[in-house]
């Protein structure tokens, strides 16, 4: 079909495949894993839908143009070329970034300021006019992507990372970003078919992610804004539908998920984030320390929480981390444990062995999810039981 475009969505390190499954599910075509991206085929139906459903992606770009750039003068004549009143009035606004990895542009800035040049004398040569520069609510968002000497210039169909779900008003010292939440949560393989624990739930964004994963909600039904509502073949009609059509997909939940918080204010927090984002139905926070707790029932606990990690916060690594691995061997049988540390030798601390260790990066911190599987009673008399005849 000639309405069907090629379109790159930009993820973290390690959630590549995530990604890709995900946007195979929802329907994309001819999906390819990159580093740190994943491009696919789909249509402009399929570009909304993306961006409201998806759950690992920080940002969906359109490329509308690839070209050999060997200097700044051939950077400039090439954007100029292109018929950009296709895509903008020569009375509105643009903002520009870009990526530079390259020996003869070095300055991302400098590269972006040159495309805008491009673009802004195109607009005043043929209509005496030019589009201003927005950086907060620009009517287009151009992104600039030069690797050695290919330059590829797309549309921000996104605006703001997708990672700005829309359902936090507050946050706290270290918030975990919900695209690294979720691909977490999803990483743990939870499926909603069980309890589920944040032990160390701050701002609540681990919570929100899980419910929303468990009953299959679109993650960014709740954002102000999409980029590609400011465009000139914006369809309100269309994107309306697609929203309908993805809420008629959600689905029941019937287990509880709960969050602790040791600190008054963090619950507090926690409990507008989860109001505002039309969770509470499903989740409990309660202002309790971890170390102090046990498991209620017997029933399977699925657990993913992200600790302090000494970054930003202050804590005694050796003894927290020893806490954690006291506190799930003592109080938490039955219960899959998953958290994620930057501090790479705090793990050894734990006291436990984890099953998998899975490489992320936290912002620009490498960091490990690890897992721990609690079992009811011992490893050896779970065995011994199941392999007993009648």
Not at 76 to 100: C, E, F, H, P, R
Not at 136 to 141: M, N, Q, S, V
Not at 177 to 187: H, K, Q, T, Y
Request: one cysteine or more; aromatic letters at 10%.
């Amino acid at each position: 079909m000639e309405d069907n475009f090629k379109m790159v969505a930009k993820t973290l390190f390690g959630f590549e495949d995530l990604l890709a499954r995900e946007l195979t599910q929802l329907g994309a075509m001819q999906v390819k894993t990159g580093v740190r991206n994943v491009s696919f085929v789909g249509d402009k139906g399929f570009m909304y839908k993306a961006n409201l459903a998806i759950r690992t992606a920080i940002k969906i770009l359109k490329p509308i143009r690839t070209f050999k750039v060997s200097s700044e003068k051939d950077l400039y004549s090439q954007v100029y070329k292109m018929n950009w009143s296709k895509y903008l009035k020569s009375s509105g606004s643009l903002a520009i970034d870009a990526t530079v990895h390259s020996k003869v542009f070095t300055h991302s800035q400098y590269t972006a300021l040159k495309v805008k040049d491009a673009i802004v004398d195109k607009f005043r040569d043929e209509t005496g006019e030019r589009p201003n520069v927005d950086l907060r609510f620009p009517d287009l968002k151009i992104n600039v992507h030069i690797d050695r000497s290919i330059c590829t210039i797309s549309l921000d169909t996104s605006g703001e990372s997708l990672h700005k779900r829309g359902y936090k008003t507050a946050t706290n010292i270290a918030p975990i970003n919900e695209v690294l939440a979720a691909g977490m949560i999803m990483l743990s393989g939870w499926d909603g078919q069980s309890d589920f624990m944040d032990p160390m739930c701050g701002s609540g964004t681990v919570l929100a992610e899980a419910a929303m994963i468990a009953c299959n909600i679109p993650p960014n039904l709740m954002r102000k804004e999409f980029a590609f509502e400011r465009w000139n073949d914006w369809d309100v009609e269309l994107f309306e539908k697609i929203e309908e059509s993805l809420l008629k997909k959600t689905r029941d939940f019937h287990y509880k998920i709960l969050g602790y918080d040791k600190s008054p204010s963090a619950v507090a927090k926690a409990k507008d984030n989860v109001k505002n984002a039309h969770l509470d139905e499903f989740i409990t926070i309660k202002h309790e320390d971890f170390f102090k707790t046990q498991k209620a029932g017997d029933n399977k606990l699925h657990m993913v929480f992200n600790p302090p990690y000494g970054e930003r916060l202050d804590i005694e690594m050796e003894s927290f981390y020893k806490n954690i691995g006291d506190t799930l061997k003592q109080g938490y049988p039955n219960t899959n444990a998953w958290f994620i540390t930057s501090n790479l030798d705090a793990i050894k601390h734990v006291g436990l062995r984890p099953s998998r260790k899975i490489k992320l990066m936290n912002a620009k911190l490498e960091s490990r999810l690890v897992k721990y599987e609690m079992y009811a009673g011992s490893k050896k008399a779970k065995y011994k039981n199941n392999n007993t005849l009648d």
